[in-house]
């Protein structure tokens, strides 16, 4: 199970830090990641991190956004944040034949 929290209202070039714990998880071996959707867009991916730190991010957050993580927590740690990120941000946990979603928090970036 994730919980995700940190969500917020912030003016352009602000910052915000979401964190999302998983209960319960039973992989050694897994992903952590952050995913961000938009209304009458697909959920798009933003970065991930896996079990041994290994980080991926999209294009649109390099040199922004970092993510980081602590055992079962991962944070996304968003600055210089831009009104073109406002979307609800969802974490997911996934290992071989396995994923869970959190229930997303919405990130509202104010020009």
């Known amino acids: 199970q994730l919980q995700a929290s940190g969500g917020g209202l912030v003016q352009a070039g602000g910052s915000l830090r979401l964190s999302c714990a998983a209960t319960g998880s039973k992989f050694s071996i897994n992903v952590m990641g952050w995913y961000r959707q938009t209304p009458g867009k697909q959920r798009e991916l933003v970065a991930t991190?896996?079990?041994?730190?290994i980080t991926n991010y999209a294009d649109s957050v390099k040199g922004r956004f970092t993510i980081s993580r602590d055992k079962g927590t991962v944070y996304l740690q968003m600055n210089s944040l831009k009104p073109e990120d406002t979307a609800v941000y969802y974490c997911k946990y996934h290992s071989t034949g396995y994923e869970s979603w959190g229930q997303g928090t919405l990130v509202t970036v104010s020009s």
């Open positions: 991190i896996t079990s041994g730190s």
